[in-house]
């Protein structure tokens, strides 16, 4: 049992039997991305008039669902991704999961479920990083990914509130998001679709938001494009994701690079990396600032050379530049199509930030309680 940190009391039943070093390590080898998943996975319960309960770590296991399951017919359920990285220095540290932990609960109040307690949030990471810290690549661009989620678990046809919720945590040995590397990507400006509209849930991670992307994206692959950018739902003029990404926008270079992103309005999500590489940007010497760019600024700084860069960023890929732009108006390509210094340089001052290789000034690792050695 343990409660270190939480007032919700955890229990620990661990697998009995292992996944052999041998075979653990060949899945590590090669795990692409949130296909393999580690051995166990904790599971907290909600009921109305009693508060969470019966929080335990087990095997991970299949899940066995009524089909009248309230997630099933009206997708009341959040979400969150995070990761833990091997250390330079030996151990795993989760990053920013304090910060996860704040916006589950923001995402939370939005979809009208209970809140977790922030520290039984790290208290869950705790116990499975302990349990499974095995199972953390050390290859170069891989990493164990965190996905805690909630959903309404009550029985009922009733549009309500679900009375009855889970929460589970699980983990998945990961690789590079995209298969091909950090390469530049080319979008398509989406002006048919919206992610999301003010008042409604682009804030809160949840997954509706992504089942009403997939249409946009399959459009943007018919395009010829590796990913679809969202505009604003009113006019389809202002620029505010990529997918489930966040994009920065970068105005000159070298030390008078200004680096740019859309301002959080309530559409879009306070992505966990984006205020990281905000923090970072002004580390490193750069204007930093958040406001709201059009497609033609967009387009018309690209042209006359202002414009300089364009990256998407997130807790899976981290970094993606932006090459290449195409839109039912006209396509035009990002300086010369590549990866930018400004870019490249951020990815690398987090990438160092968060396995250990440079120190951590903003306090954001948080490290498991694991043996120092693997």
């Known amino acids: 049992?343990?409660?270190?940190?939480?007032?919700?009391?955890?229990?620990?039943?661990?697998?009995?039997?292992?996944?052999?070093?041998?075979?653990?390590?060949?899945?590590?080898?090669?795990?692409?991305?949130?296909?393999i998943f580690t051995e166990h996975m904790v599971r907290i319960g909600w009921a109305a008039g009693r508060g969470w309960h019966d929080a335990e770590?087990?095997?991970?296991?299949?899940?066995?669902?009524?089909?009248?399951?309230?997630?099933?017919?009206?997708?009341?359920?959040?979400?969150?991704?995070?990761?833990?990285?091997?250390?330079?220095?030996?151990?795993?540290a989760a990053f920013r999961p304090q910060a996860h932990a704040a916006r589950f609960r923001s995402s939370a109040r939005r979809l009208a479920l209970p809140e977790l307690?922030?520290?039984?949030?790290?208290?869950?990471?705790?116990?499975?990083?302990?349990?499974?810290?095995?199972?953390?690549?050390?290859?170069?661009?891989?990493?164990?990914?965190?996905?805690?989620?909630?959903?309404?678990?009550?029985?009922?046809?009733?549009v309500h509130p679900s009375e009855e919720v889970t929460f589970l945590l699980i983990a998945s040995p990961s690789g590079s998001y995209f298969p091909r590397g950090v390469k530049p990507v080319t979008v398509w400006l989406s002006e048919d679709f919206s992610r999301a509209a003010p008042g409604g849930t682009g804030a809160a991670k949840t997954g509706g938001n992504y089942a009403g992307g997939l249409l946009a994206q399959?459009?943007?692959?018919?395009?010829?494009?590796?990913?679809?950018?969202?505009?604003?739902?009113?006019?389809?003029?202002?620029?505010?994701?990529?997918?489930?990404?966040?994009?920065?926008?970068?105005?000159?270079?070298?030390?008078?690079?200004?680096?740019?992103?859309?301002?959080?309005?309530?559409?879009?999500?306070?992505?966990?990396?984006?205020?990281?590489?905000?923090?970072?940007?002004?580390?490193?010497?750069?204007a930093v600032e958040e406001g709201r760019i059009s497609v033609d600024e967009w387009r018309s700084g690209c042209e006359d050379g202002s414009l300089t860069e364009v990256f998407a960023c997130g807790t899976a890929a981290v970094i993606t530049p932006v090459g290449a732009v195409k839109s039912a108006r006209g396509s035009w390509t990002v300086r010369d199509g590549g990866p930018g210094e400004v870019s490249m340089r951020l990815r690398?001052?987090?990438?160092?930030?968060?396995?250990?290789?440079?120190?951590?000034?903003?306090?954001?690792?948080?490290?498991?309680?694991?043996p120092s050695g693997r």
């Open 1 to 35: 049992m343990s409660s270190r940190t939480s007032a919700i009391k955890f229990y620990a039943n661990p697998a009995t039997r292992r996944v052999p070093a041998a075979e653990r390590e060949r899945r590590l080898a090669d795990p692409g991305f949130g296909r």
């Open 57 to 92: 770590l087990s095997p991970y296991a299949p899940l066995t669902l009524d089909p009248g399951t309230s997630v099933l017919h009206y997708a009341q359920a959040v979400f969150e991704g995070l990761k833990a990285f091997r250390q330079a220095s030996g151990g795993v």
């Open 117 to 158: 307690p922030e520290e039984a949030f790290l208290e869950a990471i705790d116990l499975l990083l302990e349990t499974d810290h095995e199972w953390v690549p050390a290859a170069p661009e891989h990493s164990l990914y965190l996905r805690p989620f909630m959903f309404a678990g009550e029985v009922s046809l009733s």
């Open 218 to 286: 399959a459009q943007a692959a018919e395009k010829g494009c590796d990913q679809v950018v969202w505009l604003d739902s009113r006019e389809h003029r202002w620029v505010e994701e990529m997918g489930g990404m966040n994009l920065c926008f970068v105005f000159g270079e070298g030390r008078q690079a200004r680096l740019m992103t859309p301002a959080l309005t309530g559409t879009l999500l306070p992505g966990i990396t984006r205020d990281s590489l905000l923090t970072l940007g002004r580390d490193l010497g750069y």
């Open 348 to 370: 690398q001052a987090l990438v160092d930030i968060q396995r250990g290789a440079a120190p951590d000034e903003h306090g954001w690792l948080h490290h498991a309680r694991v």
